[in-house]
């Protein structure tokens, strides 16, 4: 599997088999997550086998069930911080995909206080991203039209159709799907609208932009 079919085949998934992650698929994970650290300057930890965090009357509330493994999103408050957890947690949740793994994006029902991490001084959680085998791939989500959530002078370019039809298959807060992109030549701008974790949101549908476009034919504003 690609990434452009993990992209088409991911979807939320909230109920997970009682079978632990492990050998190559841990390890790859494991690497692949702490590269994505690296990289972002984030905060990124696989926590395994921990029931806990989503143990509770929001999480059951938020038909979750069989969760033991989550993905912890945090790092140094800053204006980027959302943005940053979004582009990143997007290409462990895709990466995850090609694994044979479920994920499912979680900002609100889980048990905060319950979540396993130890902060540095300065770092502040996020969101966390919830991570096995499924008991079943999920369903697709219903998307906006293209034409509303982008802004262009005349007809696009082929390339931009291709990352619009790429960012209205990324997960959003609530399905939401509040974002614009605008080209102008070959630079492309996107921009949050109003709403809940509309900026982690932003991250993710860039990721997925950059997926289906081809990074090669624009450049961010
Ligand atoms: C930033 C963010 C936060 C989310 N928070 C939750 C949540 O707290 N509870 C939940 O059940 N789903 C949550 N989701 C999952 C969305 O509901 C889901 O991605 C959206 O409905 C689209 O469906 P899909 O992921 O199957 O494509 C969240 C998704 C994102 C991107």
Redesign the pocket.
């Known amino acids: 599997m690609d990434l452009l079919q993990a992209m088409k085949e991911r979807?939320?998934v909230?109920s997970y088999a009682n079978r632990p992650i492990e050998g190559e698929t841990k390890e790859n994970l494991q690497n692949y997550i702490e590269k994505c650290s690296k990289e972002s300057g984030l905060h990124l930890q696989l926590v395994l086998d921990e029931p806990n965090a989503f143990d509770s009357f929001m999480a059951h509330y938020?038909?979750f069930s069989g969760v033991r493994n989550y993905i912890l999103l945090a790092g140094k408050k800053n204006s980027d911080l959302e943005e940053r957890c979004g582009y990143y947690g997007e290409k462990i949740v895709l990466f995850a995909q090609m694994l044979g793994l479920n994920t499912?994006?979680?900002?609100?029902?889980y048990k905060k206080g319950a979540a396993k991490l130890q902060l540095n001084r300065g770092e502040k959680l996020c969101?966390v991203i919830a991570v096995g085998y499924g008991l079943s791939n999920?369903v697709p989500?219903k998307s906006r039209p293209g034409e509303s959530v982008m802004n262009v002078q005349g007809t696009p370019p082929d390339w931009f159709l291709k990352g619009i039809d790429a960012a209205l298959l990324a997960?959003?807060?609530?399905?939401q799907q509040k974002f614009v992109f605008s080209l102008d030549r070959d630079t492309v701008s996107a921009k949050a609208g109003l709403g809940f974790?509309s900026k982690?949101?932003l991250g993710?549908a860039k990721y997925h932009f950059e997926l289906g476009a081809g990074t090669g034919h624009f450049r961010w504003k």
Do not use: E, F, Q
């Open positions: 979807h939320s909230r938020g038909k499912c994006w979680v900002a609100m029902t969101l999920g989500h997960p959003t807060a609530m399905n974790y982690i949101d993710i």
